[in-house]
């Protein structure tokens, strides 16, 4: 139980809502390693190049620093840094570890624990994930650093540290609540789909993660196709206060058809949600917009406010 709510502890520094993930995936990265190669060091020149390519893609739409994880992991009890010279960390700039060449490494007690005990291995997985990550973000991220997918599946983590776990149970109920304020249809793209008496390819999904204080209802949630829920979450697609639906400029689509499913949103409306359903808040929107849409949006007539984004 130390070692889960050490890792808890490192979500409890997150405060006002912003999302600070480089910690969490420093760590997923390394247990990538540890289940692949075993126990080893990691030379940062090494791995600062994909570990950049991780935090750009999972984290939140800002510039990276690998050395700032790098260095700062130290000081929770979970990861140490060594340089050339047996000396400690010089600090989280990238040319001071360089020029050291810093090695880093899982702390030797927890590394042996992790490899004696797959259970606790995958109950450390889920807890960095389900407290840093949308749902739907898991099995994408187990693979980028190299983990079998089953690890994001794992059951149910029983109480690991008081004040960190959610706030309250989720909704079981909130994706039906979501399909009837939305008709069974797609807020994005129209998109409905029905096999025998049961809905398909249709989610519930949350502008303000749930990790975060994002709650399940309806002031949070659209209903969206498979497809454009995970990519609302991977910070492609966006929300405007006027219900205009963004594009992120990033996004790089050359076939006709992701035009047509993801381009061709830029500026169209999104569906509103039935009368008597609450639309989206402002609130929600905003922490969508700063903390996951990969900004800034696409230029669109119909909104020409949303290239400010």
């Known amino acids: 139980m130390e070692w889960l709510e050490r890792i808890a502890r490192i979500r409890r520094r997150t405060r006002g ?32 190049e994909p570990f950049s390519q991780l935090l750009s893609e999972f984290g939140p739409p800002k510039p990276v620093n690998a050395g700032n994880p790098f260095h700062n992991l130290t000081g929770d009890g979970l990861w140490e840094v060594l340089t050339a010279a ?11 570890l360089r020029a050291h060449d810093a090695v880093g490494r899982l702390a030797p007690v927890f590394a042996k624990e992790l490899l004696a005990d797959v259970g606790l291995f995958a109950q450390v997985v889920r807890v960095l994930l389900d407290i840093h990550f949308e749902p739907s973000l898991h099995s994408d991220l187990c693979a980028g650093v190299g983990l079998l997918p089953e690890v994001s599946e794992t059951g149910a983590i029983a109480p690991y540290v008081e ?32 096999i ?27 209903c969206l196709c498979t497809l454009h829920r995970r990519l609302l979450d991977k910070g492609v ?11 992120s400029r990033h996004f790089v689509g050359t076939t006709e058809t992701a035009k047509l499913l993801v381009e061709a949103l830029s500026g169209r409306q999104a569906a509103r949600p ?36």
Request: charged share 25%; aromatic share 10%.
């Open 86 to 96: 047996g000396g400690a960390s010089p600090g989280p700039d990238g040319r001071a």
């Open 196 to 222: 025998g008496n049961s809905v398909v390819g249709l989610e519930a999904a949350r502008l303000k993660w749930w990790a975060f204080d994002g709650q399940d209802d309806m002031s949070n949630c659209l």
């Open 237 to 247: 697609l966006g929300l405007t206060h006027r219900g205009v639906i963004t594009v």
């Open 274 to 309: 039935l009368g008597g359903f609450p639309p989206p808040e402002a609130r929600n929107i905003d922490w969508h917009t700063r903390q996951v849409f990969r900004g800034p949006a696409r230029i669109t007539r119909s909104d020409p406010s949303v290239t400010n984004l």
């Open 17 to 48: 809502g912003e999302r600070d993930p480089d910690k969490a995936l420093l760590l997923l990265y390394a247990f990538g390693l540890l289940n692949r190669q075993g126990f080893q060091t990691l030379r940062f020149r090494e791995i600062e």
């Open 163 to 194: 004040g960190n776990l959610p706030r309250a149970q989720r909704d079981p109920m909130m994706r039906q609540k979501v399909l009837v304020a939305y008709d069974c249809r797609c807020a994005f793209c129209g998109f409905e789909g029905w």
